[in-house]
């Protein structure tokens, strides 16, 4: 029997325990035994054919900006695009996109040649799958307003799957509950505009991020959802946490929904203050904050 190794090696690039922190916006997370790139569509589909029929576990890895990885080891394989899978052709208005693409680089693509419909993801720093996976938006927009469908691998074949079957609401999507499929690419539909008015919005944005955002440190985003009708950022402030430090994590005094690493933080440090928040949370106003970010390779987790 030949080694999965072997076996991986034979469909793309592969890395041998490599930490997670390496392979997340978090700069956290404990050593995963195998990383794979993929180095096509026959590739992919040999991968996951493998790793199913094997029964070894797996984690798809965009940019790792929505991950916080335990401090322990993974004892699986990491499945990533960003390598292989980056492609983008434009036809008129409309964008086919393989789903390890940067969102940032697209959105400024999409820029530069006058078409408008990304400049909300244009500080979004995940790939193209990652933000069809969690419906990434800001700004009150988000992907599902331009998506028109979505290619994904599952049970083995490549189907186009059209919008209205995403499953898509607020940082939400049919695909969170379908681990095992896997987003291939997106074709999108955008509008044309004009270059100079596109720019302005993306730069005033840029501006506005930079003035609001913890953007000098690891972190993965907004750590929780906003609440029906509130703000978690404003409940966390009520509680006392703008600034709270957890060993090498700290709730960032420029937004406090934002815990950043200061300092060579553990996993299990961002957990603390997670608890810790939600402890108090739950105390003084009876509900707890669900986590925005996920929690990748703990124990029973749970977002
Ligand atoms: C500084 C900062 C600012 C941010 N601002 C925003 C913001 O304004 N709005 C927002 O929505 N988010 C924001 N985020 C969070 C994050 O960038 C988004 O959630 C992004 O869409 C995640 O993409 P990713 O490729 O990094 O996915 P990952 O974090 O790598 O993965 C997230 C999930 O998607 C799954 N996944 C990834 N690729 C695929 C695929 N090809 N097929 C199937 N599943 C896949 C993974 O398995 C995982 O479950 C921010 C993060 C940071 C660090």
Redo the contacts with the bound molecule.
Sequence with gaps: MRLLEDKLRAIGEVDLNRPLGTMT?YRIGGIAKYTVYPKDMLGLAECMRLLNEEKVPY?????????LCSDDPYDGVVVR?DRFFIDTYFEDDKVVCE?GASLIALSYECMKRGLSGLEFAS?????V???V??N???YKSSMSEVIEEVLVLRDGRFDWVKNEECGFAY?SSV?QEH?E???VGVRLQLEKSDVDSIRSLIEERRARRMAT?P?DYP????VFRNPEGGFAWKYIDELGYRGKTVGGAKVSEKHSNFIINVDHAKASDVMSLIDSINHDMEERYGFVLKLEM?KFNWPNSKK
């Design positions: 916006t984690k798809v890895i965009g940019k790792g900006s929505n991950l695009l789903a500080g979004i720093p995940g790939t799958g990652g933000a996976f969690m990434a938006g800001a940082r695909f681990p499929w896997l987003i955002q953007l972190s993965c985003g907004s996920e």
